[in-house]
């Protein structure tokens, strides 16, 4: 049973484009919900994060909004560059509990 | 600085035999994870530690997988009689504290596995 859905698997946008990802869960008790970069040969890396008391959440050219009634959140690339071309995670997590409950991965690549 | 190292980078064995896999966590870091990482998947929990002892090893797929860390820093994880489906990518992550919102988690490279 898959905790964090998340869609699509993989993701082709032109530079300077829009990159969305979205994700769903279904356990409400998650109260804690970051994305996490990774590059090949490399562990995953936080990159924005957000609690459900709030609805959006921007840092730079990433934005994180999300929807607690319907259990959903989802990740905003704005102007995607080259250099965005990874793998990226959602994940959640609750309460004191330490476990990261990642996603499947959305590979995404930035045409030049 | 230095972050989470693991060692070695690529450990290849044969089906049956015995691994051994060590990480090396941040300098001051109390909180220490394992979580594997199948290809195409995102990684899975298997245990950590605060201090020297599991605080959780609910991820543990069964008894052939055992990890330690004896002084509270330096981890190693065990397989034993490894299987052709143990392969994957190891990770270790290291944190200052519990509770993920407070803390965050920094991952290092990982020790890919295979079980030939």
């Known amino acids: 049973q898959q905790q964090v859905k998340q869609s699509p698997q993989s993701l082709i946008v032109q530079k300077g484009g829009i990159s969305i990802i979205n994700c769903a869960y279904e356990n409400t008790a998650f109260d804690y919900f970051p994305w996490y970069q990774q590059f090949p040969g490399k562990g995953p890396a936080l990159l924005i994060a957000?609690?459900?008391?709030?609805s959006e959440k921007k840092e730079g050219r990433f934005t994180i909004s999300f929807n607690k009634s319907a259990k959903q959140f989802s990740l905003h690339i704005m102007d995607s560059q080259p250099g965005d071309s990874a793998t990226y995670f959602c994940?959640?997590?609750?309460?004191?509990?330490?476990?990261?409950?990642f996603g499947k991965g959305t590979r995404l690549h930035i045409l030049p | 600085g230095a972050g989470v190292s693991q060692t070695p980078s690529n450990k290849v064995t044969e089906k049956g035999k015995y691994v051994e896999l060590r990480c090396d966590p941040i300098s001051g870091h109390t909180a220490l994870y394992w979580y594997r990482q199948s290809l195409g998947q995102g990684p899975e929990f298997l245990i950590y530690?605060?201090?020297?002892?599991?605080?959780?090893d609910s991820g543990l797929p069964n008894d052939r997988f055992f990890a330690v860390r004896p002084e509270g820093s330096v981890s190693t994880l065990k397989i034993q009689r490894t299987e052709r489906g143990d392969s994957a990518v190891y990770l270790c992550?290291?944190?200052?504290?519990?509770?993920?919102?407070?803390?965050?988690?920094?991952f290092g490279p990982g020790t890919r596995l295979t079980v030939l």
């Open positions: 992550a290291s944190s200052q504290g519990v509770q993920l919102r407070r803390n965050e988690q920094f």
């Open positions: 530690f605060q201090g020297t002892g599991a605080a959780d």
């Open positions: 957000i609690r459900p008391d709030v």
């Open positions: 994940a959640a997590s609750k309460g004191r509990d330490d476990k990261i409950i």
